[in-house]
């Protein structure tokens, strides 16, 4: 037989097993190769930009300050209003262009149905911008 072996008889058995030196032997050598081509293929072309100056144009959204007291009284940037008042303000400010945010301050001792029924009003009104304001001075000393 052509391919000869260690050992000596009739059986030739298959080889079981991958030879896998040529395999790491071309890994090693693309790994070679890509590490001194890599930095020939980073290059930078320096240019010149021209240099301009401008302010950002921003247009800053006014808030509304909406507060609920411990007694459910509503206050609209500090002024008391009643429910029809809020829910015509809610849909004056909802049709201004950028519309405003609404920060919603409410008094820890009130129930949250009520908190819910203002927020239900600014949604239907069409206040898209509503956020809570809430005071970490007053957290309990066990949560911190």
């Known amino acids: 037989?052509?391919?000869g072996g260690f050992q000596h008889g009739d059986e030739q058995r298959p080889m079981a097993d991958i030879n896998?030196?040529?395999l790491i032997?071309?890994?090693?050598?693309l790994l070679?190769?890509?590490i001194i081509i890599a930095p020939l293929l980073t290059h930078a072309v320096k240019v010149d930009l021209p240099k301009a100056s401008s302010s950002p144009n921003v247009t800053k959204r006014e808030s509304i300050q909406l507060a609920l007291d411990a007694q459910g009284r509503i206050w609209w940037n500090g002024e008391?209003?009643?429910?029809?008042?809020?829910?015509?303000?809610m849909r004056a400010a909802a049709r201004l262009d950028p519309q405003p945010e609404l920060h919603l301050r409410a008094d820890g001792a009130l129930a949250y149905r009520r908190v819910a029924m203002v927020l239900?009003?600014?949604a239907r009104a069409g206040l898209l911008r509503i956020g809570f304001v809430t005071d970490p001075r007053d957290r309990p000393e066990a949560t911190r």
């Open 120 to 122: 239900s009003g600014a």
């Open 32 to 34: 070679v190769i890509f």
């Open 20 to 22: 896998m030196i040529p």
């Open 1 to 3: 037989m052509a391919f």
């Open 25 to 29: 032997d071309v890994m090693l050598v």
């Open 80 to 89: 008391a209003v009643d429910e029809t008042v809020l829910e015509a303000r």
